[in-house]
Nanobody, 123 residues
Framework: QVQLVESGGGSVLAGGSLRLSCVYS????????MGWFRQAPGKEREGVGA????????YYADSGKGRFTVSRDNAKNTLYLEMNSLKPEDTAMYYC????????????????WGQGTQVTVSS
């Protein structure tokens, strides 16, 4: 059974930084990407960033380009999201996902999801 467990969320002031982690267990086919998504109250879940199985290729939504960095350590079964220069509009529940099924790694068509970690950015 695949499990994804996020951590690292919290409350920060605008301009601050957070590093989210997602530890995954169980069999996850590593031939496809893993991703980070977020969902704010009343809004649809949106892709933030994703990374290929090797870690060579990364993909970012416009909202996070230049501020967010996705990385992975396959030896530790861990996915990371480094977030800098945080803005109040980054406030959301952040989820990691595995088992991409869509044509784009930033599409929310993933098989497995974590429970989420809350990020709150205040001005």
């Amino acid at each position: 059974q695949v499990q994804l467990v996020e951590s690292g969320g919290g409350s920060v002031l605008a301009g601050g930084s957070l590093r989210l982690s997602c530890v995954y267990s169980g069999y996850i086919y590593r031939g496809i990407c893993m991703g980070w998504f977020r969902q704010a109250p009343g809004k649809e879940r949106e892709g933030v960033g994703a990374i290929s199985s090797s870690g060579v290729n990364t993909y970012y939504a416009d909202s996070g380009k230049g501020r967010f960095t996705v990385s992975r350590d396959n030896a530790k079964n861990t996915l990371y999201l480094e977030m800098n220069s945080l803005k109040p509009e980054d406030t959301a529940m952040y989820y990691c996902a595995a088992g991409a099924k869509g044509a784009s790694c930033l599409s929310p068509l993933y098989t497995f999801w974590g429970q989420g970690t809350q990020v709150t950015v205040s001005s």
